[in-house]
T-cell receptor, first 111, second 112 residues
């Protein structure tokens, strides 16, 4: 079946640093999504990508849909303490089928 | 705008007791609905999804069941809870086949 590898599993960074995380899939996706989850809450959608090569920003966050359609990355610039949480990528291939989620990247930011 | 609600927010239940978690969506019609379980704050496991009233697909055979009695209501149930049913249960909705899912606030279930 389809698999999604998300890396890194965790990151410990200093406030102000930039962050980069990525996901790769074993098959082609038509949709890439990035979510953030804070403790005790549901995941919140950060960025949705629907087209290969698409580069989308949301404030200090930037995500790209890889041109091979098998990968995506999320960058966070100038991290702040409230960026702490678990970031999930998710992908979907075709109009059928459900989202496949990565296992998450746990981000810790030291003030 | 669309909103998704889950209740209760937290639940402590003894082993062997029944379970009923409810999820409702407002502001959209005929959504696809999903139940996920998340253990230890990592990894989302899809349990059930529904594309319409009375239509339930199970992804993982287990002690749980789901029902969709109304267009925007999705219920997760169990007749007898197990210790292993403890976890964080998330409901989500999406519009048709676009794929983008929006999550509810979750229910934390502790089975003792």
């Amino acid at each position: 079946g389809q698999q999604l590898n998300q890396s890194p599993q965790s990151m410990f960074i200093q406030e102000g640093e930039d962050v980069s995380m990525n996901c790769t899939s074993s098959s082609i996706f038509n949709t890439w999504l990035w979510y953030k989850q804070e403790p005790g809450e549901g995941p919140v959608l950060l960025i949705a990508l629907y087209k290969a090569g698409e580069l989308t920003s949301n404030g200090r966050l930037t995500a790209q849909f890889g041109i091979t359609r098998k990968d995506s990355f999320l960058n966070i610039s100038a991290s702040i303490p409230s960026d702490v949480g678990i970031y999930f990528c998710a992908g979907k291939g075709g109009s059928q089928g459900n989202l496949i989620f990565g296992k998450g990247t746990k981000l810790s930011v030291k003030p | 705008s669309q909103t998704i609600h889950q209740w209760p927010a937290t639940l402590v239940q003894p082993v062997g007791s029944p379970l009923s978690l409810e999820c409702t969506v407002e502001g959209t019609s005929n959504p696809n609905l999903y139940w996920y379980r998340q253990a230890a704050g990592r990894g989302l496991q899809l349990l059930f999804y529904s594309v319409g009233i009375g239509q339930i697909s199970s992804e993982v055979p287990q002690n749980l069941s789901a029902s969709r009695p109304q267009d925007r209501q999705f219920i997760l149930s169990s007749k007898k809870l197990l210790l292993s049913d403890s976890g964080f249960y998330l409901c989500a909705w999406s519009a048709s086949n676009r794929g983008t899912q929006y999550f509810g606030p979750g229910t934390r279930l502790l089975v003792l």
